[in-house]
């Protein structure tokens, strides 16, 4: 089963920026102090039990095991004790006490995936601190006229506002139907977060998507196999990462001035990285905007081998940001990674990888094992939207897993199937994919 918590969308959330040259008078700086006592507060009321853990190593081709005993964190969550942090966190608090509900929230948030961290092995015993000034402003704190596009937000009650105006922005025409939703506030500007219920009616397709060291390969249920080419996203990174290794590798001549180039360099990898899968997100869901996306659950951890050079390409893949940008503009569920390409998209059986791309099913022939593997994908996911929606409103395209590929005689899938029906690569200076080849 996938790590993930596969549920699908019950609303749209929207988030935009707006400037404000308001005084909130340290309060953002007043926020983190309570927020940082309440994480101190539950981190001494945090309850540690000791498991037996089990684990195992590789020995040639067994296995052997041995056993850890393991420290879990149990957070305090009672009523109780919430009621006693609240009225704690009161004391000496100027500004609004609604400020202190969302300072607990926090404080909560960032236990709670320090917790997930740290169960996973990403993160150590330590206690998470808040470094960077803002506000968590609940919707209890603030008025919204849709009409005017003015907010109210309530720094201290009948004596302080913060009034911004949204009329004049751009997006302002994007979101007159929506219901606002919290807002985070900084010194000098505020991210508003605008939400609307979310309409599933429009979803008629389910995609599978079998991510690759340099390409996104596809299966839709009626254009067939789609391949996205990522090898410009590679060779981008591949460009910096010289350039950094090199400076890396003279950093201790003149660690002062290598360092502010490496941070520079840093920077620009990483802004256009973001670029380039904004651009591939946003094209991907206008591309497909009835489609339901399955993505693998995939963990690069255990896919590193010897090999140093494959574990840099593998270093510069982007699946997990790929997906979760996804996530803010389509429906993106996840299925279970295991055999998507050695399992025989005809009779089922596990299949015998070749020379290249190719896996061999005894029963069946030979298969092309991107192909396989998107197509194995949107098998399962077809099967997961079905569990989801309870056999009701199952989207129509691909709602059977024996429908093939509708351009082939009789919707049979052929034997060997070496290149994809449609390839696209993403346009850096427009806005859609480009169709570079049709086969």
Request: some cysteine; aromatic content about 12%.
């Amino acid at each position: 089963m996938p790590k993930k918590k596969n549920k699908l969308p019950t609303e749209i959330v929207l988030t935009y920026k707006v400037k404000h040259n308001h005084d909130l008078k340290n309060l953002p700086y007043e926020f983190i102090k309570i927020s940082q006592r309440a994480v101190d507060i539950i981190w001494e009321n945090i309850n540690w039990k000791e498991k037996i853990v089990k684990h195992r190593y590789k020995v040639g081709k067994k296995y052997k095991y041995y056993t850890t005993t393991r420290l879990i964190p149990e957070i305090p969550k009672d009523n109780d004790f919430k009621r006693e942090l609240r009225n704690c966190l009161l004391e000496g608090w100027e500004f609004a006490s609604h400020y202190v509900d969302g300072a607990i929230k926090v404080a909560y948030s960032a236990i709670e995936s320090w917790k997930s961290n740290y169960l996973n092995g990403n993160r150590k015993k330590n206690k998470p601190i808040f470094k960077r000034p803002f506000v968590r402003v609940k919707t209890t704190l603030m008025k919204y006229d849709k009409e005017t596009g003015k907010i109210r937000i309530t720094i201290k009650p009948r004596e302080e506002y913060l009034i911004l105006n949204i009329k004049d922005e751009w997006f302002f025409e994007r979101v007159k139907d929506f219901n606002i939703g919290e807002v985070i506030l900084k010194d000098n500007e505020a991210l508003i977060t605008f939400k609307k219920p979310f309409d599933l009616s429009d979803k008629k397709v389910v995609i599978g998507v079998d991510s690759n060291l340099k390409s996104l390969d596809l299966y839709h249920p009626e254009k067939g196999w789609v391949r996205i080419d990522l090898s410009e996203l590679h060779r981008l990174k591949r460009v910096y990462d010289v350039i950094i290794d090199k400076l890396k590798s003279i950093y201790k001549k003149a660690p002062k001035r290598i360092g502010k180039l490496l941070n520079k360099y840093w920077n620009r990898r990483k802004n256009r990285v973001e670029d380039f899968i904004n651009k591939l997100t946003s094209q991907l869901s206008k591309l497909f905007p009835d489609a339901i996306f399955i993505f693998e659950d995939l963990d690069k951890f255990n896919m590193y081998d010897k090999n140093s050079d494959f574990n840099r390409d593998l270093d510069r893949t982007n699946w997990r940001k790929i997906a979760k940008k996804l996530e803010y503009k389509s429906v993106v569920l996840y299925v279970n990674p295991h055999y998507t390409s050695k399992t025989c998209p005809v009779c089922g059986s596990r299949m015998k990888s070749q020379e290249g791309q190719v896996v061999k099913c005894d029963k069946c022939g030979i298969f092309n094992r991107q192909f396989v593997g998107c197509y194995n994908i949107f098998k399962r996911g077809v099967e997961l939207v079905k569990k989801l929606l309870g056999g009701v409103g199952v989207p129509v395209a691909g709602a059977e897993v024996d429908d093939l590929l509708s351009n082939e005689p009789r919707g049979e899938l052929r034997p060997m199937k070496p290149n994809p029906n449609v390839s696209y690569t993403v346009d850096l200076n427009g806005r859609f994919l480009k169709i570079y080849n049709c086969l």
